[in-house]
T-cell receptor, first 115, second 112 residues
Framework: DGGITQSPKYLFRKEGQNVTLSCEQNLNHDAMYWYRQDPGQGLRLIYYSQIVNDFQKGDIAEGYSVSREKKESFPLTVTSAQKNPTAFYLC??????????????FGEGSWLTVV | SQKIEQNSEALNIQEGKTATLTCNYTNYSPAYLQWYRQDPGRGPVFLLLIRENEKEKRKERLKVTFDTTLKQSLFHITASQPADSATYLCALVAGGSYIPTFGRGTSLIVHP
């Protein structure tokens, strides 16, 4: 089935560690996104990418890094510089948006907890 | 500053009634607005899109209205069912952009 696969579902990070969240899509979508969701909060955009080897910072990029070496993959690294990383992370994708709109398809999310 | 406001209090209704959720925004000129459903611990799922020049959109038991003068969208679920219980998020896309900005969502609880 086509979709977006995020892994791992649950991840624990020690202070000072970098961790990487995986996101793979087989929808042949050009655009990919990472959002962060805190309890009772809306989704906040971390990074997005419209094409391979190009990505843009979102509203809360500090302490995060991404790469887009392949169309289907958009991993997110949470670095030690991110002081409050405990959250629910959502990867998403969409076709190249056009005048008809941009429907976002989300993965099932990854829970990151600092221990 | 730009704001998207959704009622933070949960909406509790009885099965069979119509649920109405509100999304208000300020300092936006949206090209279109979307509604998503999110179940606990899962990713949001797209439901409906309505453009700035459209007043109303329907899909089965769902109806969305968009009033750019009031800067408000209403999301209706008719003949609601317990399975409709979830958090509903509205998202705006500004003209010239394609990145949705999401509201916090409103939790809907439908009681049998």
């Amino acid at each position: 089935d086509g979709g977006i696969t995020q892994s791992p579902k649950y991840l624990f990070r020690k202070e000072g560690q970098n961790v990487t969240l995986s996101c793979e899509q087989n929808l042949n979508h050009d655009a990919m996104y990472w959002y962060r969701q805190d309890p009772g909060q809306g989704l906040r955009l971390i990074y997005y990418s419209q094409i391979v080897n190009d990505f843009q910072k979102g509203d809360i990029a500090e302490g995060y890094s991404v790469s887009r070496e392949k169309k289907e993959s958009f991993p997110l690294t949470v670095t030690s510089a991110q002081k409050n990383p405990t959250a629910f992370y959502l990867c998403a994708s969409s076709i190249v948006p056009g005048p008809s709109g941009n429907t976002i398809y989300f993965g099932e999310g990854s829970w990151l907890t600092v221990v | 500053s730009q704001k998207i406001e959704q009622n933070s209090e949960a909406l509790n209704i009885q099965e069979g009634k119509t649920a109405t959720l509100t999304c208000n925004y300020t300092n936006y000129s949206p090209a279109y607005l979307q509604w998503y459903r999110q179940d606990p611990g899962r990713g949001p799922v797209f439901l409906l899109l309505i453009r700035e020049n459209e007043k109303e959109k329907r899909k089965e038991r769902l109806k969305v209205t968009f009033d750019t003068t009031l800067k408000q969208s209403l999301f209706h679920i008719t003949a609601s069912q317990p399975a409709d219980s979830a958090t509903y998020l509205c998202a705006l896309v500004a003209g010239g952009s394609y990145i949705p900005t999401f509201g916090r969502g409103t939790s809907l609880i439908v009681h049998p």
